[in-house]
């Protein structure tokens, strides 16, 4: 299999290269441009969106488009921040629908990132793919007009939305900051503690990449969460257990939010989201429960 690969030098996307290559697949990394620290592999090409402009054969006869590229939401919050966040999604699904025009063998599926953000936010309410969108805050508007623009960009190709949650690993993401005050032994929920969390090991995000390319039957939004998603206390508790760290020092909300500001909201607010798509189709977590997805990151 050949793969395209956009942001496939972050937090998910290093890992999926490291799995395709394994798996003896072609990538070509795609970025605005070329990393300073590169991996060396003979099936592994890096091109930015520029050089493909110009001379697209390379990304001919490809299987899958997968597009992770996108700013952090863990930014400060000004019309600055919200800019960037916003152009870096538009602006890379814009980059890949031009590069789909000017190939004459198109991929077979696109893989778009997306969040479980654009459901909204609920303390009561469960969503799956069946539930409609709800534009109630920054991250959900950012979300709705991303898949908006994949809809627009990638026309006629099967495509798939994946609504990812937190993506637990050691190397990157969100977890080494959430894990951090217990290591430091000040653990403790974050506002009132029932906000939801709806969460995914890195290897069961990466697995399920996969799955969605090879699954023909696959297409829409999918919930790239796993099927136990829990309140932010429980989340706590379940790292104080598993690491062996305290859960006793609450954050106030109103701390927080003098802190942080409205990108508090990330923190404070949350959705219960299931993978009923995926768990439909066949797709079978390693890491279904989160002590043992834990239990894991803690080896």
Known sequence: MKAIICGGTGFIGTALT?????????????????????????KLLYRTWEGLADYPEPAEDTHVLVNLAGASLSQRWNEHGKSLI?????GTVAAAGKLLSLLKSKPQVIIQASAVAIYGTSFSETFDESSAPRVMDFPSEVVKTWEDAADQA???IRLVKLRTGVVLGNEGGAFPKMKLPYMLGFGGKIGSGRQWLSWIHLADMVALIDYCAAC????????ATAPDPVTNDRFGTAVGQVYRRP????LPAFLLKAVLGELSEILLKGQRVLPAKLLQHGFVFAYPDLPKALRQLRT
């Open 18 to 42: 490291h799995y395709w290559l394994q798996a003896g697949h072609e990538i070509i990394i795609v970025g605005r441009e070329a990393p300073k620290e590169a991996i060396t592999h003979p």
């Open 86 to 90: 916003r152009q870096s999604r538009i």
């Open 154 to 156: 990638y026309q006629g």
């Open 216 to 223: 023909s039957d696959i297409s829409g939004p999918v919930n």
């Open 247 to 250: 859960h006793w020092f609450p």
